[in-house]
């Protein structure tokens, strides 16, 4: 089924809150969705997609993130919420001097290549994946100046399983942003169209039989 301008821009940047979500939840309780991690993890390596959904597999693929934008877009006020909002607005930030660096993207764009190589044709254990995904974002996004501040429970962040998801997923959502601003995503018009976004998150949610 073919979206809309927007909507493709909502499933984009609902692809930035899931990661951020799973960022929030792995750092302070070690756990999360198994499911959604692999969609956004997978997502890394859609290097070349029919549609914007199916960059996450499809739409189910990214429904934790739409139910998470609408809600950060929303009237959530929860610790939880304002937290990955936090972080979903620090990946927009360092998606932008990404943006600026092409010399580095062609670098992550090799890496994650070959990591999607040896994910196919050797093991395609999640932990493993992010392992080797976790070495591309501290090679390259991670010596960027501005850096994303992860908080939570120092037992679960100091766990290196832990660590390697929630790095794996920072890039993750950096790429989701990147196509979030290919769509003509801006941090301005978040402001203009946050009503529009939030309703636009429910509906895709609603239409999958969520609410």
């Known amino acids: 089924m073919a979206h809309t301008p927007l909507e493709d821009q909502t499933i984009a940047l609902a692809g930035v809150a899931q990661a951020a979500r799973i960022v929030d939840q792995c750092s302070r309780s070690g756990s999360y969705p198994t499911a959604f991690l692999e969609a956004s993890i997978h997502s890394l390596f859609s290097f070349d997609t029919p549609s914007v959904a199916a960059v996450y597999g499809n739409l189910q693929g990214v429904k934790l993130g739409l139910q998470t934008l609408s809600a950060g877009l929303g009237t959530d006020n929860s610790h939880q919420t304002v937290t990955t909002m936090r972080y979903l607005f620090a990946i927009l930030h360092l998606s932008r001097q990404f943006e600026k660096r092409p010399e580095m993207q062609q670098i992550i764009h090799t890496r994650l290549q070959h990591a999607q190589y040896k994910a196919n044709h050797f093991s395609n254990d999640i932990n493993g994946i992010c392992h080797n995904i976790s070495a591309v974002y501290q090679d390259t996004l991670s010596t960027l100046s501005f850096r994303i501040k992860v908080t939570g ?13 929630i790095r794996a997923l920072l890039l993750a959502g950096v790429r989701s942003a990147y196509l979030w601003r290919q769509l003509g995503g801006r941090r301005w018009k978040l402001a203009l169209q946050r009503g529009q976004l939030r309703d636009t998150a429910h509906q895709l949610s609603r239409d999958m039989g969520l609410d």
Do not use: G, P, V
């Open 153 to 165: 429970s120092a037992q679960h962040l100091q766990n290196e399983a832990n660590a390697d998801i």
